[in-house]
């Protein structure tokens, strides 16, 4: 039931939703929210001050009377979602505030709680006039529950901006966590999702937190201690998707050195693995049968399976260092004006992943390497734009089977149609 009231109220809360805002919203990331404060941090004259603000129990504390007040929903639904309650360990405890995580509508009725401060904010420092923006360099970067807002020093963030901000929070029943919530030079810099960002000598740099190195060097640890009997094979099987989810997650800001490192803790890790399993063996015969040489790659960790086929160890270092580009604040992916750009930004992501090339290659077979506008070729000269079938701000989806290649001159013919019969036609 909350599925089927989310598809309703998503489209709402994506038209009223702060501008940067990017933490459970359709189309939007991590990396969104990192390069927004790129912009906000990196240049010379830019703010150097930021108040990082953490809400204490989010999720939990939320007042279901502003709830009920302000969502657009069946009032008598939200509430007896909001009361039901929830079990654990076969004892009922009741919910009396906030709105249970895991469920399918909390993350929206949370962002929706939360909306409207960034609003609140340029209202108390002049709008968007730049002359006061210029000022006072306030900007408000929000990831979920956990947000950034910049300053033009100290002062005006403990004094006229955290005030405002704790106004807020009070009318929707939350409070800020006093040892959480910091007011810190950029110099010294600060973490924001798992990312540290920080001014060294002038020079603005984001990097992985040292935290979140220690999580993956901790995780990876444990799966390598908790399988000292499996087989090399299965081994790399396990460890494969963690390095490269973690690799992937850093791939557009400075972490070259990061990967580095992770990689030799990693191979420290699995030459004490490999000794532990032969104890009798000499270092050279542990080195042909795991850290076999693979083309111009010395050392590299690798397997051969009962069918032949070599399994080797992926590499951090391998991930190639890639500027994101920030999603447009203004981009909704419920309004028929801005499919054009999200089917963009769909074609240039899978462009540059390997998963993405193929399913670019598997629609474009699909089609016998034709344009199904103009039933020319499609070839490299001629260039390709993606195209939704089923538009997305009409419940399309990214699947295959609603996917199209098109030149791009027949793409921007189809989307300046009023109607949308060629569309059904195709």
């Known amino acids: 039931m909350q599925a089927l009231y989310l598809l309703a109220l998503e489209p709402v809360s994506e038209s009223v939703a702060d501008h940067n805002s990017y933490g459970f919203r359709p189309m939007r990331s991590t990396a969104d929210a990192i390069e927004a404060l790129f912009n906000n941090l990196a240049k010379k004259h830019s703010a150097k001050w930021v108040l990082e603000g953490d809400i204490k ?23 007896k979602w909001l009361n039901a309650g929830f079990m654990e360990n076969n004892l009922f405890n009741s919910t009396n505030s906030g709105t249970p995580q895991g469920s399918p509508i909390s993350p929206v009725l949370a962002n929706m709680a939360l909306d409207g401060l960034e609003g609140r904010l340029r209202e108390a420092f002049g709008g968007y006039s ?23 020093s100290s002062e005006l963030l403990s004094e006229k901006v955290l005030p405002i901000v704790q106004a807020f929070m009070a009318e929707r029943g939350l409070t800020l966590s006093p040892k959480k919530t910091l007011i810190t030079h950029i110099d010294k810099g600060f973490d924001f999702l798992g990312q540290n960002i920080r001014k060294y000598d002038g020079k603005f740099l984001i990097k992985p937190s040292t935290k979140n190195l220690k999580n993956i060097l901790r995780k990876i640890k444990a799966i390598v201690k908790d399988n000292l009997a499996m087989t090399a094979e299965m081994l790399i099987i396990k460890l494969n998707p963690v390095i490269k ?25 699995l030459w004490y693995w490999s000794k532990r399993r032969h104890p009798k063996r000499g270092k050279r015969w542990i080195k042909e049968k795991y850290f076999k040489r693979i083309g111009a790659r010395e050392w590299p960790f690798s397997a051969i399976g009962k069918e032949g086929q070599i399994f080797s160890l992926a590499r951090a270092a391998d991930t190639v260092i890639k500027r994101h580009v920030k999603i447009r604040a203004t981009a909704n992916p419920y309004s ?39 039933h020319e070729l499609i070839t490299q000269e001629t260039g390709w734009h993606l195209h939704h079938t089923h538009p997305r701000h009409k419940g399309g989806s990214n699947k295959l089977t609603n996917l199209i290649l098109l030149h791009p001159n027949c793409h921007r013919q189809l989307h300046s149609i009023a109607t949308g019969s060629n569309t059904k036609n195709l």
């Open 245 to 269: 989810g973690w690799a992937n997650y850093h791939q557009h800001i400075v972490a070259k050195v990061a990967y580095g490192y992770i990689d030799y803790r990693i191979w420290q890790l």
């Open 57 to 79: 129990g989010c999720f939990d504390n939320i007042s279901h009377d502003w709830l009920l007040a302000n969502i657009p929903l069946d009032k008598q639904v939200l509430r």
């Open 336 to 374: 028929p004006e801005d499919e054009e750009y999200f089917e963009g930004r769909l074609q240039n992501i899978w462009s540059h992943q390997t998963k993405g090339r193929r399913n670019l290659n598997t629609i474009w077979r699909k089609q016998k390497m034709r344009c199904p506008m103009c």
């Open 130 to 152: 730049n002359y006061y923006r210029n000022m006072y360099k306030i900007n408000i970067v929000r990831y979920a529950d956990d947000f950034v807002i910049t300053g033009i």
